[in-house]
């Protein structure tokens, strides 16, 4: 039988689901402010963006749409539509899966691959920002409580 390390216990014994609910806020709090950001200053949104990073990733520069769903958790309409927004931007392009047809790829174009030259670093920098002045950004949630429950979540989470 394993036992709990005492972060653990703690973390279980104050609520691991109230932990990741302090978690869930901030993260959302964090994307709320990326994705307003993101748009305003470069006409992209947060889901866009990082479909593209994981495009500009992938071999061949290009996912099933099926896989680049999972990879921004989006459901198979939701990826459709995002997709469609791309082609609209000019920043992807639809391939067909030579083998059987019947996939679909999406695949970025060089005006993608630019577009995230130009938002990395500055992207980067305003994620640094927000997380590492998140008392001063967020005074809706309670900066002490936040750091506890971040550390209780990750001695939870083993590897």
Not at 22 to 43: I, P
Not at 95 to 123: H, M
Not at 136 to 150: E, G, I, N, T, V
Request: charged share 25%; proline share 3%.
């Amino acid at each position: 039988m394993r036992m709990q390390s005492s972060s653990q216990g703690a973390a279980l014994a104050g609520g691991a689901s109230s932990a990741w609910s302090q978690v869930a806020a901030f993260a959302a709090a964090v994307d709320a402010s990326l994705g307003k950001w993101l748009a305003d200053a470069y006409r992209v949104g947060l889901t866009e963006y990082r479909a593209l990073v994981h495009l500009s990733h992938a071999a061949d520069k290009e996912l099933r749409v099926n896989d680049l769903a999972q990879r921004v958790g989006l459901n198979q309409s939701s990826v459709t539509r995002l997709v469609s927004r791309l082609e609209a931007k000019g920043l992807t392009r639809r391939d067909i899966c030579p083998d059987d047809g019947r996939g679909v790829y999406a695949v970025i174009t060089e005006q993608g691959e630019a577009l995230l030259g130009e938002v990395r670093g500055p992207y980067e920098e305003r994620a640094r920002e927000l997380l590492s002045n998140a008392a001063a950004h967020f005074p809706q949630l309670d900066a002490r409580q936040l750091s506890r429950a971040l550390r209780d979540i990750g001695d939870l989470v083993t590897p």
